[in-house]
Protein backbone atom coordinates (compact mmCIF):
# COMPACT_ATOMS: atom_id res chain seq x y z
CA UNK A 1 0.00 0.00 0.00
CA UNK A 2 1.04 3.55 -1.14
CA UNK A 3 1.70 6.36 1.60
CA UNK A 4 0.00 9.43 1.16
CA UNK A 5 1.87 12.45 1.93
CA UNK A 6 0.47 15.90 2.75
CA UNK A 7 2.90 18.65 1.71
CA UNK A 8 2.45 22.42 2.82
CA UNK A 9 1.20 24.35 -0.31
CA UNK A 10 2.23 25.61 -3.13
CA UNK A 11 1.46 22.31 -4.47
CA UNK A 12 3.30 21.75 -7.92
CA UNK A 13 1.30 19.57 -10.36
CA UNK A 14 1.09 18.19 -14.36
CA UNK A 15 4.75 18.75 -14.51
CA UNK A 16 4.79 22.40 -13.00
CA UNK A 17 7.56 23.72 -10.61
CA UNK A 18 8.14 26.25 -8.16
CA UNK A 19 11.11 27.56 -9.75
CA UNK A 20 9.21 27.58 -12.88
CA UNK A 21 6.61 29.99 -12.03
CA UNK A 22 9.17 32.58 -9.70
CA UNK A 23 11.52 32.75 -13.43
CA UNK A 24 8.44 33.29 -15.32
CA UNK A 25 7.18 35.96 -12.77
CA UNK A 26 11.05 37.30 -12.91
CA UNK A 27 10.57 37.21 -16.71
CA UNK A 28 7.38 39.42 -16.81
CA UNK A 29 8.93 42.04 -14.40
CA UNK A 30 11.69 42.97 -16.39
CA UNK A 31 10.24 45.31 -18.87
CA UNK A 32 9.11 47.48 -16.01
CA UNK A 33 12.34 47.52 -14.37
CA UNK A 34 14.06 48.15 -17.27
CA UNK A 35 11.94 52.04 -17.77
CA UNK A 36 12.23 52.08 -14.68
CA UNK A 37 16.19 52.00 -14.89
CA UNK A 38 15.81 54.45 -18.25
CA UNK A 39 13.92 56.68 -16.23
CA UNK A 40 15.52 56.98 -12.78
CA UNK A 41 19.23 56.38 -13.20
CA UNK A 42 21.69 53.58 -12.18
CA UNK A 43 20.51 53.94 -8.74
CA UNK A 44 17.38 51.30 -9.89
CA UNK A 45 20.49 48.84 -10.16
CA UNK A 46 22.20 49.44 -6.74
CA UNK A 47 18.77 49.35 -4.89
CA UNK A 48 17.63 45.93 -7.11
CA UNK A 49 20.99 44.32 -6.52
CA UNK A 50 21.44 45.15 -2.88
CA UNK A 51 17.79 43.87 -2.37
CA UNK A 52 18.13 40.62 -4.31
CA UNK A 53 21.36 39.71 -2.66
CA UNK A 54 20.43 40.48 0.42
CA UNK A 55 17.43 38.44 0.31
CA UNK A 56 19.44 35.37 -0.93
CA UNK A 57 22.45 35.84 1.92
CA UNK A 58 19.68 36.24 4.22
CA UNK A 59 17.93 32.88 3.64
CA UNK A 60 21.13 30.88 2.89
CA UNK A 61 22.30 32.06 6.48
CA UNK A 62 19.30 31.15 8.20
CA UNK A 63 18.77 27.41 6.46
CA UNK A 64 22.39 26.84 6.66
CA UNK A 65 23.73 28.00 10.21
CA UNK A 66 19.47 28.12 12.24
CA UNK A 67 17.60 25.63 10.54
CA UNK A 68 20.97 23.70 9.80
CA UNK A 69 19.05 22.25 6.64
CA UNK A 70 21.22 20.37 4.34
CA UNK A 71 19.12 21.09 1.18
CA UNK A 72 19.37 25.33 0.09
CA UNK A 73 16.32 26.83 -1.00
CA UNK A 74 17.56 29.50 -2.72
CA UNK A 75 17.67 27.34 -5.66
CA UNK A 76 13.61 27.99 -6.48
CA UNK A 77 14.13 31.67 -7.27
CA UNK A 78 11.61 32.69 -4.70
CA UNK A 79 14.44 34.34 -2.50
CA UNK A 80 15.43 36.59 -5.71
CA UNK A 81 12.01 37.29 -6.52
CA UNK A 82 11.26 38.68 -2.92
CA UNK A 83 14.36 40.74 -3.33
CA UNK A 84 13.20 42.09 -7.18
CA UNK A 85 9.47 42.91 -5.65
CA UNK A 86 10.67 44.62 -2.29
CA UNK A 87 12.67 46.82 -4.83
CA UNK A 88 9.84 47.45 -6.86
CA UNK A 89 8.39 49.02 -3.63
CA UNK A 90 11.24 51.14 -2.80
CA UNK A 91 12.13 54.65 -4.26
CA UNK A 92 15.76 54.25 -6.73
CA UNK A 93 17.02 56.53 -4.57
CA UNK A 94 17.10 55.34 -0.95
CA UNK A 95 19.99 54.32 0.70
CA UNK A 96 21.91 50.70 0.53
CA UNK A 97 21.60 49.68 4.35
CA UNK A 98 17.90 50.67 4.55
CA UNK A 99 17.21 48.13 1.65
CA UNK A 100 19.09 45.27 3.82
CA UNK A 101 17.19 45.69 6.73
CA UNK A 102 13.97 45.55 4.43
CA UNK A 103 15.39 42.26 3.36
CA UNK A 104 16.36 41.15 6.45
CA UNK A 105 12.87 41.55 7.87
CA UNK A 106 11.20 40.28 4.33
CA UNK A 107 12.80 37.22 4.56
CA UNK A 108 14.04 36.54 8.25
CA UNK A 109 10.69 37.45 9.43
CA UNK A 110 7.71 37.71 7.28
CA UNK A 111 9.05 34.16 5.54
CA UNK A 112 11.89 31.75 7.02
CA UNK A 113 9.98 32.45 10.53
CA UNK A 114 7.02 30.69 9.76
CA UNK A 115 8.32 27.49 8.18
CA UNK A 116 9.53 29.01 4.79
CA UNK A 117 7.72 29.09 1.06
CA UNK A 118 4.36 27.86 1.00
CA UNK A 119 3.96 28.60 5.09
CA UNK A 120 3.93 32.42 5.48
CA UNK A 121 0.94 34.34 6.50
CA UNK A 122 1.57 37.58 5.05
CA UNK A 123 3.48 38.77 1.32
CA UNK A 124 7.43 38.97 2.20
CA UNK A 125 7.98 41.71 0.33
CA UNK A 126 4.81 43.76 1.54
CA UNK A 127 6.03 43.05 5.00
CA UNK A 128 9.62 44.49 4.37
CA UNK A 129 7.91 47.90 2.51
CA UNK A 130 5.58 48.13 5.49
CA UNK A 131 8.24 47.75 8.06
CA UNK A 132 10.31 50.36 6.24
CA UNK A 133 8.06 52.56 5.46
CA UNK A 134 6.75 52.84 9.70
CA UNK A 135 10.19 52.71 10.46
CA UNK A 136 12.21 55.09 7.84
CA UNK A 137 8.99 57.41 6.36
CA UNK A 138 10.91 60.01 5.12
CA UNK A 139 13.50 57.88 3.05
CA UNK A 140 10.57 56.32 1.87
CA UNK A 141 8.41 58.72 0.80
CA UNK A 142 11.33 61.03 -0.96
CA UNK A 143 10.72 60.00 -4.64
CA UNK A 144 12.47 60.57 -7.21
CA UNK A 145 11.54 62.26 -10.39
CA UNK A 146 11.06 60.60 -13.82
CA UNK A 147 13.80 61.54 -16.84
CA UNK A 148 17.05 60.97 -14.55
CA UNK A 149 20.49 61.40 -15.88
CA UNK A 150 21.88 57.65 -16.02
CA UNK A 151 25.07 58.45 -14.24
CA UNK A 152 23.98 60.98 -11.37
CA UNK A 153 20.40 59.24 -10.66
CA UNK A 154 21.18 58.01 -7.41
CA UNK A 155 22.34 59.89 -4.32
CA UNK A 156 21.89 63.01 -6.03
CA UNK A 157 18.68 62.36 -7.78
CA UNK A 158 15.91 64.96 -8.09
CA UNK A 159 12.63 64.19 -6.11
CA UNK A 160 9.31 65.40 -6.13
CA UNK A 161 5.68 64.74 -5.44
CA UNK A 162 4.04 61.43 -6.90
CA UNK A 163 0.63 61.59 -8.62
CA UNK A 164 -1.30 60.03 -5.78
CA UNK A 165 0.16 62.55 -3.28
CA UNK A 166 -1.13 65.37 -5.48
CA UNK A 167 -4.70 63.54 -5.83
CA UNK A 168 -4.67 63.06 -2.28
CA UNK A 169 -3.80 66.47 -1.47
CA UNK A 170 -6.69 67.49 -3.74
CA UNK A 171 -9.11 65.42 -2.45
CA UNK A 172 -8.26 67.04 1.26
CA UNK A 173 -8.80 70.62 -0.19
CA UNK A 174 -11.35 69.90 -2.54
CA UNK A 175 -9.26 71.92 -5.41
CA UNK A 176 -8.93 70.59 -9.07
CA UNK A 177 -5.71 68.65 -9.57
CA UNK A 178 -5.98 67.37 -12.93
CA UNK A 179 -4.01 69.49 -14.72
CA UNK A 180 -1.04 68.77 -12.86
CA UNK A 181 -1.57 65.09 -13.01
CA UNK A 182 0.91 63.11 -15.75
CA UNK A 183 -1.01 62.77 -19.05
CA UNK A 184 -2.61 59.02 -18.92
CA UNK A 185 -0.06 58.49 -21.89
CA UNK A 186 2.41 59.60 -19.55
CA UNK A 187 1.44 57.35 -17.17
CA UNK A 188 0.94 54.59 -19.47
CA UNK A 189 4.80 54.87 -20.75
CA UNK A 190 6.79 55.63 -17.35
CA UNK A 191 7.29 59.56 -17.25
CA UNK A 192 5.93 59.75 -13.68
CA UNK A 193 7.68 60.06 -9.98
CA UNK A 194 7.62 56.67 -8.03
CA UNK A 195 9.22 54.07 -6.66
CA UNK A 196 10.99 51.18 -9.22
CA UNK A 197 7.54 49.51 -9.68
CA UNK A 198 5.14 52.86 -10.62
CA UNK A 199 6.37 54.14 -13.26
CA UNK A 200 5.07 52.04 -16.08
CA UNK A 201 1.70 51.11 -16.49
CA UNK A 202 1.95 49.51 -19.88
CA UNK A 203 4.78 47.30 -18.62
CA UNK A 204 2.75 46.04 -15.43
CA UNK A 205 0.20 45.50 -18.26
CA UNK A 206 2.23 43.48 -20.65
CA UNK A 207 4.24 41.45 -17.88
CA UNK A 208 0.55 40.57 -16.58
CA UNK A 209 -0.82 39.51 -19.79
CA UNK A 210 2.49 37.42 -20.22
CA UNK A 211 1.67 35.87 -16.66
CA UNK A 212 -1.87 35.15 -17.72
CA UNK A 213 -1.14 33.39 -20.66
CA UNK A 214 1.81 30.91 -19.40
CA UNK A 215 -1.07 30.48 -16.73
CA UNK A 216 1.11 31.43 -13.96
CA UNK A 217 -1.87 33.05 -12.87
CA UNK A 218 -5.45 34.20 -13.82
CA UNK A 219 -7.69 37.15 -14.37
CA UNK A 220 -9.82 37.33 -11.32
CA UNK A 221 -7.46 38.56 -8.80
CA UNK A 222 -6.18 41.38 -10.53
CA UNK A 223 -8.94 42.34 -12.25
CA UNK A 224 -11.35 42.51 -9.16
CA UNK A 225 -8.88 44.66 -7.24
CA UNK A 226 -8.26 47.41 -10.13
CA UNK A 227 -11.72 47.39 -11.15
CA UNK A 228 -12.92 48.04 -7.63
CA UNK A 229 -10.57 51.05 -7.24
CA UNK A 230 -11.49 52.57 -10.68
CA UNK A 231 -15.26 52.31 -9.27
CA UNK A 232 -14.39 54.02 -5.95
CA UNK A 233 -12.01 56.70 -7.62
CA UNK A 234 -15.23 57.59 -9.70
CA UNK A 235 -17.53 58.06 -7.45
CA UNK A 236 -15.21 60.08 -4.94
CA UNK A 237 -13.56 62.03 -7.75
CA UNK A 238 -16.65 63.63 -9.31
CA UNK A 239 -17.43 61.37 -11.76
CA UNK A 240 -14.45 62.04 -13.97
CA UNK A 241 -13.10 58.97 -16.07
CA UNK A 242 -9.90 61.04 -17.00
CA UNK A 243 -8.77 61.50 -12.88
CA UNK A 244 -10.16 57.32 -12.07
CA UNK A 245 -8.24 56.36 -15.08
CA UNK A 246 -4.99 58.16 -13.47
CA UNK A 247 -5.70 56.44 -9.93
CA UNK A 248 -5.11 53.10 -11.34
CA UNK A 249 -2.30 54.00 -13.98
CA UNK A 250 -0.77 55.66 -10.36
CA UNK A 251 1.24 54.21 -7.64
CA UNK A 252 1.72 50.57 -6.60
CA UNK A 253 -2.09 49.54 -7.30
CA UNK A 254 -0.97 47.51 -11.28
CA UNK A 255 2.05 45.79 -9.62
CA UNK A 256 0.28 45.04 -6.25
CA UNK A 257 -2.88 43.56 -8.48
CA UNK A 258 -0.68 41.57 -10.37
CA UNK A 259 2.66 40.61 -8.73
CA UNK A 260 1.39 40.52 -5.53
CA UNK A 261 -2.03 40.22 -4.88
CA UNK A 262 -1.79 36.96 -7.28
CA UNK A 263 0.92 35.38 -4.77
CA UNK A 264 0.17 31.21 -4.44
CA UNK A 265 0.99 31.04 -0.63
CA UNK A 266 -1.48 34.15 0.15
CA UNK A 267 -4.43 34.20 -2.15
CA UNK A 268 -7.31 31.86 -3.02
CA UNK A 269 -7.49 29.05 -4.93
CA UNK A 270 -11.23 29.18 -6.45
CA UNK A 271 -11.84 31.67 -9.21
CA UNK A 272 -15.01 33.11 -6.46
CA UNK A 273 -12.72 33.38 -4.01
CA UNK A 274 -10.08 35.46 -5.89
CA UNK A 275 -12.67 37.52 -7.10
CA UNK A 276 -13.97 37.78 -3.65
CA UNK A 277 -10.40 38.68 -2.06
CA UNK A 278 -9.61 41.24 -5.10
CA UNK A 279 -12.73 43.27 -4.46
CA UNK A 280 -11.60 43.25 -0.23
CA UNK A 281 -8.23 44.16 -1.23
CA UNK A 282 -9.48 46.74 -3.53
CA UNK A 283 -12.07 48.25 -0.94
CA UNK A 284 -9.18 48.66 1.76
CA UNK A 285 -6.60 50.13 -0.84
CA UNK A 286 -9.41 52.71 -1.78
CA UNK A 287 -10.20 53.46 1.80
CA UNK A 288 -6.76 54.26 2.41
CA UNK A 289 -6.00 56.28 -0.17
CA UNK A 290 -9.55 58.53 -0.23
CA UNK A 291 -9.62 58.52 3.80
CA UNK A 292 -6.65 57.03 5.35
CA UNK A 293 -3.23 59.26 6.12
CA UNK A 294 -1.31 57.54 3.23
CA UNK A 295 -1.89 58.15 -0.02
CA UNK A 296 -1.01 54.73 -1.45
CA UNK A 297 -2.77 51.75 0.19
CA UNK A 298 -2.17 48.57 -1.25
CA UNK A 299 0.17 47.08 0.79
CA UNK A 300 -1.56 47.03 3.72
Not at 168 to 184: R, V
Amino acid sequence: MKNLIVAPAPHAHSGDSVRRNMLLVIIALLPAYVISAIEFGYGVLITAAVSILACVATEWLISRYLLKENKQTIGDLSAVLTGLLLAFNLPSNIEWWIVVIGAIVAIAVAKMSFGGLGQNLFNPALVGRVFLLISFPVQMTTWPTPNQNFCEGYIDATTGATPLALLKQALKSGEKIADQLPSLMDSLLGSMGGSLGEVSALALIIGGLFLICTKVITWHIPVALIGTVFVFSFFVQDFNVTTALASILSGGLLLGAIFMATDYVTSPETALGKIVYGIGAGVITALIRFWGIYPEGVSF
